[in-house]
């Protein structure tokens, strides 16, 4: 299968911070001597998650806000004092104002709701104007939309060195004639496509035991990406501000798979990026105009379907039910006020900002079989093998030592082919796996026709493309 590399997003570190790379100068990933995870550690290492074991997040008595101290802090309102507005408007509400809640009936004619806005339920949110959002530090380019930051840069040393003595080959078992023949039985009383005669009744001329390979190649990564996003703002949860400090750069947030060359995604808000905002859909009223009724408050009249006229045999008559408007009901949606909650912030009139972390970690898997079989190497891929080599190291050396040297030109091919091929990601570990499936072809006979099977597998799955006894068109074993 061919990789194609994802796009070049934007570099890190950002430009403009500063001349040291990530990371410092001298200090590889993993450093050097050190594999991903360290010798004789599992991952992640024993006794440390995260948080660290026992411990919170945020640390114990680190809550948020700071003991002692509310949100916003002492004497700062939203907006801060000195703005010449206050947030929610007017005196004598209270936020959400009082009976306005979330699930409240809503003003008919809030005054300062956007006229001609639609009620946008079934419409995906839509980005805020520009200057709408506070600058973060490191995060300048950051858009609405997820962008892959490039990882930090690989120091050669954390390569190692290629192993010199690596484990040797395991040794295939063959089976014997009447192994191979009771697997053929046991095969064809389980397909009822097949005659029982000629499995019971034939005779074996002639067994080959031979072994079939398959390699794999799994590459571990990791890519970051960085995005803005909201959710709707209660007034009730915690915010992680800039107050509380500066927020830290994509790759240096400690965050782990859960489980190693499994491809998994998370999502986390970077710490120290929150901030509270007036809900720029419904520009902080809560509502929209009703798309239903598009502000009016009226269904369409169902006697006359909206014409405003009935046409009775040649004369046409104003509609008696909606005196000629065409709109009679209570509009269903907006319970006639002809406003709606707004679907952005839910009718809380704020939001949340917050730059949003997506960790993705794919295990990337290439694979050969070397033809040394008439066995198709479908059959090879679903047969299970025995392990006779494998290694797992951060960056893996092509294998030097399998018995069929087409195997040592494909790992040396398809580690190379790897190191370029995943510019975006960051390269955890590596595993090489050589699978030894043994396989017997076995040469028979019955009355006339001769024919040949094979058991293959430490299943002993069957496969055969010319058994006698087939009762319908195209079936072969599989």
């Avoid at 200057?131 to 840069?153: A, E, R, V």
């Avoid at 990026?273 to 009016?296: L, M, N």
């Avoid at 499936?437 to 493309?465: D, H, M």
């Amino acid at each position: 299968m061919e990789l194609q590399p994802a796009s070049q997003p934007h570099g890190y570190p950002p430009a403009g911070q500063g001349g040291q790379g990530y990371p410092p100068s001298g200090q590889g990933y993993p450093p050097s001597g050190q594999g991903y995870p360290p010798s004789g550690q599992g991952y992640p290492p024993s006794g440390q998650g995260y948080p660290p074991s026992g411990k919170e997040y945020p640390p114990s008595g680190q809550g948020y806000p700071p003991s002692g101290q509310g949100y916003p802090p002492s004497g700062q309102g939203y907006p801060p004092g000195g703005q010449g507005h206050s947030y929610p408007p007017s005196a004598g509400q209270g936020y959400p104002p009082s009976n306005q809640g979330p699930s409240a009936s809503v003003p008919s004619n809030p005054t300062n709701a956007p006229q001609g806005a639609a009620d946008d339920s079934t419409m995906q949110p839509f980005e805020p104007p520009p200057g709408f959002l506070d600058n973060i530090p490191g995060y300048d380019s950051i858009t609405f939309d997820d962008i892959p930051l490039l990882p930090p840069k690989e120091d050669d040393g954390s390569r190692g060195v290629e192993p010199k003595n690596r484990t040797p080959f395991a040794v295939a078992k063959a089976i014997s004639q009447e192994e191979a023949k009771a697997a053929l039985v046991e095969y064809v009383n389980s397909n009822c496509c097949y005659g029982k005669a000629a499995a019971q009744e034939m005779a074996i001329s002639n067994m080959t035991a031979t072994t079939a390979f398959r390699y794999t190649l799994e590459t571990f990564t990791e890519m970051r990406a960085t995005a803005w996003a909201q959710v709707p703002f209660t007034g009730n949860e915690p915010l992680d501000t800039s107050m509380n400090g500066q927020a830290p750069q994509p790759w240096d947030i400690p965050i782990m798979a859960k489980e190693k060359f499994k491809t998994e995604k998370r999502q986390m808000e970077v710490p120290h990026t929150a901030s509270v905002k007036p809900c720029h859909k419904c520009q902080g009223s809560g509502t929209v105009v009703c798309a239903t009724c598009h502000g009016q408050g009226t269904a369409q009249c169902s006697n006359c379907s909206g014409k405003g006229n009935q046409t009775v045999g040649a004369e046409t008559h104003p509609c008696t039910f909606c005196n000629g408007s065409g709109r009679k009901d209570k509009c269903g949606t907006c319970s006639g006020t002809g406003r709606a909650k707004c679907a952005q912030c839910k009718g809380y009139r704020q939001l949340k900002w917050f730059v949003q972390l997506t960790v993705t970690w794919t295990n990337h898997v290439l694979e050969f079989i070397p033809e040394r079989t008439s066995l198709p190497d479908a059959e090879v891929k679903q047969a299970t093998g025995q392990v006779a080599f494998e290694e797992e190291n951060p960056w893996l050396y092509p294998v030097n030592h399998a018995p069929d040297p087409s195997i040592i030109k494909a790992s040396a091919d398809l580690i190379e082919k790897q190191k370029k091929a995943f510019p975006n990601e960051r390269q955890l570990l590596q595993r090489q796996k050589i699978y030894i499936i043994p396989v017997t072809q076995a040469t028979c006979q019955w009355k006339e026709s001769p024919f040949s099977f094979f058991v293959f597998g430490l299943e002993n799955r069957v496969y055969s493309s010319d058994y006698p006894q087939q009762w319908c068109c195209g079936c072969t074993i599989l």
